[in-house]
C-alpha cells in the first residue's frame, strides 16, 4: 500500500528557507515522478514542481527562483526547499505521486498518491 | 500558461441528485486532464484522470467526458460524502501545470 508521510517544521521566519521532506513508506520510487503542491488559506491549489526518479525537475516559473525540489531514492524520500519565504509562502504544502499515463508512462500526469499535507505558517 | 475555468463556483444541490461540473482549459489540452475532490483541509482524491478514466477504488457515480477544451464531471445520486470541493488540473503542459479555481458542491 502506497503512504507519503510528510516532515517539516509548520513555521518559518520570513527571508528564511522552508524545508520539508515527503518519504515513502513502502515501494519504490523508481519509474515515477514526484510533485509538490501547495494551497494558500482558503484558496485553491498551486503546482510547485516535480522531480523524477532520476533527478530531472521542472518548476512553476513564479516559483523557479526560489525553489530546489531533492531526490533520494536510497532513503525512499523526496525533498522541498523554498528560500525567502515571505507570508505569502504561508498555507498546506502536499507532495504526491505522479501515476503513470493511460498508456504506462511514467511522467507528469495526475497524483493518485498525496501525503497529508503540512501547515506552513511563514511568521516572526 | 494554460488557464483552466471552472463552472460554477458553487453549486447546491439535493442528495439524490445528479449534477454535472464543468471544466474549460484556454487551449487544447487533448485529454491531459484530471477531477480532484478535496473535503475540508484533507489531501485531494483523484477521482478522474486522462478525462474520463475512473480512478481505482472510487464510486462509479462520477464520470468524467470531454476532451480538447471542455470538460464535465458527473456525479450520479449524491450521497452526502459528496459535498466537498471539486478541482479540475490540466497536465498537457507541465510549465506550469495548472488547476482550476474549484467548484464548491453544496447541500442543499
Known amino acids: 500500500q502506497w503512504h507519503l508521510q510528510q516532515s517539516g517544521p509548520g513555521q518559518v521566519n520570513p527571508s528564511e528557507t522552508l524545508s520539508l521532506t515527503c518519504s515513502l513508506s513502502?515501494?519504490?520510487?523508481?519509474?515515477?515522478?514526484w510533485t509538490w503542491i501547495r494551497q494558500a488559506p482558503g484558496k485553491g491549489l498551486e503546482w510547485i514542481g516535480y522531480?523524477?526518479?532520476?533527478?530531472?525537475?521542472t518548476y512553476n516559473p513564479s516559483l523557479k527562483s526560489r525553489v530546489i525540489i531533492s531526490i533520494d531514492t536510497s532513503k525512499n524520500q523526496f525533498s522541498l526547499t523554498l528560500t525567502s519565504v515571505t507570508a505569502a509562502d504561508t498555507g498546506i504544502y502536499y507532495c504526491?505521486?505522479?501515476?503513470?499515463?493511460?498508456?504506462?508512462?511514467?511522467?507528469?500526469?495526475?497524483?493518485?498518491?498525496w501525503g497529508q499535507g503540512t501547515t506552513v505558517t511563514v511568521s516572526s | 500558461d494554460i488557464q483552466m475555468t471552472q463552472s460554477p463556483s458553487t453549486l447546491s444541490a439535493f442528495v439524490g441528485d445528479r449534477v454535472t461540473l464543468t471544466c474549460r482549459a484556454s487551449?487544447?489540452?487533448?485529454?491531459?486532464m484530471a477531477w480532484y475532490q478535496q473535503k475540508g483541509q484533507s489531501a485531494p482524491k483523484l477521482l478522474i484522470y486522462?478525462?474520463?478514466n475512473l480512478e481505482s477504488g472510487v464510486s462509479p457515480r462520477f464520470s468524467g467526458s470531454g476532451s480538447g477544451t471542455e470538460f464535465t464531471l458527473t456525479i450520479g445520486n449524491l450521497q452526502p460524502e459528496d459535498f466537498a470541493v471539486y478541482y479540475c488540473?490540466?497536465?498537457?503542459?507541465?510549465?506550469?501545470?495548472?488547476f482550476g479555481q474549484g467548484t464548491r458542491l453544496d447541500m442543499k
Open positions: 486522462e478525462a474520463s
Open positions: 522531480i523524477s526518479d532520476i533527478g530531472t525537475t
Open positions: 487551449q487544447s489540452i487533448g485529454s491531459w
Open positions: 513502502s515501494g519504490s520510487m523508481r519509474h515515477y515522478y
Open positions: 488540473q490540466q497536465y498537457k503542459s507541465n510549465s506550469p501545470i495548472t
Open positions: 504526491a505521486r505522479d501515476r503513470p499515463s493511460i498508456f504506462g508512462e511514467p511522467g507528469v500526469y495526475a497524483m493518485d498518491v
